[in-house]
């Protein structure tokens, strides 16, 4: 059973950085065709896709964003780490962490989300 | 890149049959056989329908289904239920980018 959880905090102040841990079971970013994706939504807005990152080390970013946003794993802890630098209260969103394969827009297992606020 | 285009909202009746689209160009929807539909409850995560323009996973009932014309893809449901009641959204594969794209989202209401 495939099982994400996003872990972080949920209040930051503008200009902070935002560290988030996706913790997954149930699959390893070990297995060749796997990665872990960063999605975010902000409230009553639209999905957007932010990061993803391949069993191989393979990372890609959102172009809007790639200056901001660093994705990490480590595979022995089942964890993946994305930060996001000088955070602004646009970036109040839910953040997503999802499981992947080659066909990044085919996800079947996402996590619950977790609500980051942005404000001082 | 801008993401894919959905009608904001679309509301029918339990029974009737409703469609949502979603436009891009001939380098995401036109281009690929890529198409995917999310479905998302207020405060859940998504939920794939559609996957591969038109096909379904398992457990998704079949009054969900997908197709596309050109740089237009089309979630249908047939036989609404209240459950349906939902936010859609569609995501496309992109030669831009390796991320993919999702579309606006559609809020529908079951009357």
């Known amino acids: 059973q495939i099982t994400l959880k996003e872990s972080g905090p949920t209040l930051v102040k503008p200009t902070q950085t935002l560290t988030l841990t996706c913790t997954f079971s149930?699959?390893?970013?070990?297995?060749?065709?796997?990665?872990v994706g960063w999605i975010r939504q902000p409230p009553g807005k639209a999905l957007e896709w932010l990061a993803l990152?391949?069993?191989?080390?393979?990372?890609h970013y959102s172009p809007s964003l790639k200056s901001r946003l660093t994705i990490t794993k480590d595979t022995s802890k089942n964890q993946v780490v994305l930060t996001m630098t000088n955070m602004d209260p646009v970036d109040t969103a839910t953040y997503y962490c999802?499981?992947?394969?080659?066909?990044?827009?085919?996800?079947?297992?996402w996590g619950q989300g977790t609500l980051v606020t942005v404000s001082s | 890149q801008s993401a894919l285009t959905q009608p904001a909202s679309v509301s029918g009746s339990p029974g009737q049959s409703i469609t949502i689209s979603c436009t891009g160009t001939?380098?995401?929807?036109?281009?690929?056989?890529?198409v995917s539909w999310y479905q998302q409850h207020p405060g859940k995560a998504p939920k794939i329908m559609i996957y591969?323009?038109?096909n379904r996973p398992s457990g998704v009932s079949n009054r969900f289904s997908g197709s596309k014309s050109g740089n237009t893809a089309s979630l249908t449901i047939s036989g609404l239920q209240a459950e349906d009641e939902a936010d859609y959204y569609c995501?496309?594969?992109?030669?831009?980018?390796?991320?993919?794209?999702f579309g606006g989202g559609t809020k529908l209401t079951v009357l």
């Open positions: 999802a499981h992947l394969t080659t066909v990044v827009n085919e996800i079947y297992y």
């Open positions: 149930g699959f390893s970013l070990s297995t060749s065709g796997l990665g």
């Open positions: 990152i391949y069993w191989d080390d393979d990372k």
């Open positions: 001939s380098s995401d929807v036109g281009g690929y056989n890529y």
């Open positions: 591969d323009v038109s």
């Open positions: 995501s496309s594969y992109t030669s831009s980018s390796t991320l993919g794209l």
